[in-house]
């Protein structure tokens, strides 16, 4: 347990325990394809999904037909191929997750392309560019009969293990000092007196490393001076009932004077072969080519962690590692 999650014995004898009592807005930044937003539906949770933030045109196209699978509409009906490309463009969307789209590279899709990403931006509320999200686009009424939730899974490629470690500093222009937009969107949202009750971000454990703890306090720190109280705790998903070794951060932010406890785990039951359907369509096939590929370098790609890629109990994490996607347990 980290030191924060220490004290929770201290302040839970002073502090009330946070809960959800009226319903919940949901702003997922970082969106990708709406995990946050399953873990609610899950939960059975009375949520409403009131903004997203998401550029990746792949992770668009999901979130839509995941959470907005019955809106046919066509918000491109009154717009011209042409306008609606530019449209697109103009929102700053990603073919790689990696760098905005070009003029060019947008044009020669079809139109047909064009009008189903638009189409999906505009039914899931989708912002795109979180550094053109404002404090006011997150504004909403009747604020005093919702609880707000904000979650801001940002990038971790500069934080994983596998990536370069290039960090999350404020202003160093990287994918992970995304956070910071973030940060601006709240200070922006604190003017407003919009304030998220709760926030919620999860990423690599490395985050709250050696190598990046100043960052990371750096960020508490701020969360603390708009008001809010944070624990974080490194969780593993084979702790949860799930058999993969997935070690994540989590950090819950609460504004106002209360305490949260993460919850425990379980023995772990299931098996990777237990999670493995019998009968799988054909088009999710490997081919041999690459079935060969996969078997050939499994002892590379396991590294110093002795696993393997494929493995009968628990599954490994595939990592962030650009360029090729080799397992690593510690990630």
């Given at each position: ?9 201290i ?11 009226k ?58 191929n ?20 070009t ?34 686009s ?93 624990y ?47 009968e799988?369509d054909e ?39 650009e ?9």
């Amino acid at each position: 347990m980290s030191d924060l999650g220490k004290q929770l014995d201290i302040f839970s004898t002073t502090l009330e325990q946070f809960k959800f009592t009226k319903p919940i807005r949901l702003i997922e930044l970082f969106a990708g394809y709406g995990s946050q937003s399953l873990a609610l539906d899950y939960l059975g949770a009375d949520y409403e999904s009131f903004r997203i933030c998401e550029w990746a045109v792949n992770s668009i196209l999901a979130y839509k037909e995941l959470h907005f699978h019955d809106d046919k509409t066509d918000y491109s009906k009154n717009l011209s191929n042409d306008e609606v490309k530019q449209q697109i463009l103009d929102y700053g969307i990603s073919a790689d997750y990696n760098k905005p789209m070009t003029k060019e590279q947008i044009s020669r899709k079809s139109g047909e392309w064009a009008r189903k990403v638009y189409n999906a931006i505009k039914a899931t509320h989708n912002l795109v560019d979180v550094s053109k999200v404002t404090g006011k686009s997150l504004t909403m009424r009747e604020r005093d009969r919702v609880q707000v939730l904000l979650t801001y899974s940002f990038p971790c490629q500069d934080l994983s293990l596998a990536g370069k470690l290039a960090g999350m500093k404020e202003g160093s222009g990287t994918r992970s000092s995304m956070i910071w937009e973030v940060g601006r969107i709240l200070s922006e949202l604190k003017e407003e007196k919009q304030l998220p009750d709760v926030l919620i971000m999860e990423n690599v454990p490395t985050v709250c490393g050696e190598k990046n703890k100043e960052d990371f306090n750096k960020w508490l720190n701020f969360l603390e001076n708009l008001g809010y109280q944070s624990y974080y705790k490194i969780l593993s998903a084979t702790d949860y009932g799930i058999p993969q070794t997935r070690r994540r951060c989590f950090v819950i932010s609460l504004l106002g004077e209360y305490y949260y406890d993460f919850p425990g785990g379980f023995k772990l039951q299931l098996k990777l072969k237990d999670m493995l359907e019998d009968e799988v369509d054909e088009k999710y096939y490997l081919s041999e080519k690459m079935i060969k590929y996969i078997t050939s370098n499994n002892d590379k790609w396991s590294g110093n962690n002795n696993h393997s890629l494929v493995n009968k109990s628990i599954a490994s994490t595939l990592n962030t590692s650009e360029g090729n996607r080799r397992c690593d347990a510690s990630n």
